[in-house]
């Protein structure tokens, strides 16, 4: 029987290969809409409010702000962004996505979630259950270290 060492070897080439996988699900689409997935990840943050800052988003991304303000720059130049000034303070500025990226990031959760779909298929519905208890269980142990 192998060691819990030789398992946990096993495990890191098994999440390394999985990465691989679906580093970036909907690249038939975020290739068509010329999307890095650095870019994907901003978009998203910023549909789900997580990015409505540079700053926010940095930390969401987990980059440096500079980073991050390339990411955005591409972004605002391809027309997926907007930055607003806010009413109250001119110096804060908000992250918005623009009405044709609305509509791009839907389709590309879509495509997301069918390709997630597909992936475990093979599972049955406990294991399912089972694969998404344990990794919730790494996850907030995770945050705890």
């Known amino acids: ?3 819990r060492k030789e398992k946990i070897e096993e495990l890191i080439e098994a999440i390394g290969e999985l990465k691989r996988n679906i ?5 038939g689409i975020g290739k068509r809409a010329s999307l890095t997935p650095s870019q994907w990840r901003a978009l998203t943050a910023i549909e789900l409010g997580k990015g409505a800052t540079t700053k926010d988003l940095a930390r ?8 991050t303000t ?3 720059d591409a972004l605002v130049v391809n ?5 607003e000034a806010q009413k109250e303070d001119r110096r804060m500025v908000t992250l918005v996505l623009s ?8 389709e590309m959760k879509k495509q997301v979630l069918e390709n ?3 992936l475990f298929k093979d599972l049955n519905e406990r294991e399912l259950d089972q694969f998404i208890l344990l990794n919730k269980k790494i ?3 995770y945050i705890k270290i």
């Open 70 to 72: 390339q990411v955005v």
């Open 79 to 83: 027309g997926y962004v907007t930055r």
């Open 99 to 106: 009405g044709k990226t609305k509509k791009l990031v839907e």
């Open 60 to 67: 969401e991304l987990g980059i440096t702000s500079s980073a």
């Open 1 to 3: 029987m192998n060691s």
């Open 23 to 27: 580093t970036f699900c909907p690249a």
């Open 116 to 118: 997630f779909t597909n």
């Open 139 to 141: 996850g907030q142990h």
